[in-house]
Nanobody
């Protein structure tokens, strides 16, 4: 059983940066796709970014492309999401998720087998 714990959320002003981290325990990172999703108040949860662990390939939603960067550290079993130039519309609960299957769609929530509890990111204008 994989257990995911997010950290690094907080309150920042528009234009500032935050770095989220996701620590994994109970599983082997190299077999997973790792993803970040977010859910704003009153909205459905949406894809933010993902990384194919074995290849290092990363994928981003259009809304964050060029501002957010996802990276991973196999030795520490962590993935990070560096968020720059934050906007008020980035305000949401951010979730880390992991895939443990060989076929997947990185942007599809139902692909992901494990989820963290989420961390709040609030961007004030």
């Amino acid at each position: 059983q994989v257990h995911l714990v997010e950290s690094g959320g907080g309150l920042v002003q528009a234009g500032e940066s935050l770095r989220l981290s996701c620590a994994s325990s109970g599983g082997t990172f190299s077999t997973y796709v790792m993803g970040w999703f977010r859910q704003a108040p009153g909205k459905e949860r949406e894809f933010v970014a993902a990384m194919e662990w074995s290849s290092g390939n990363t994928y981003y939603a259009d809304s964050v492309k060029g501002r957010f960067t996802m990276s991973g550290d196999n030795a520490k079993n962590t993935v990070d999401l560096q968020m720059n130039s934050l906007k008020p519309e980035d305000t949401a609960v951010y979730y880390c998720a992991a895939v443990r299957r060989t076929t997947y769609i990185v942007g599809k929530q139902s692909t992901y087998d494990y989820w963290g509890q989420g961390t709040q990111v609030t961007v004030s204008s």
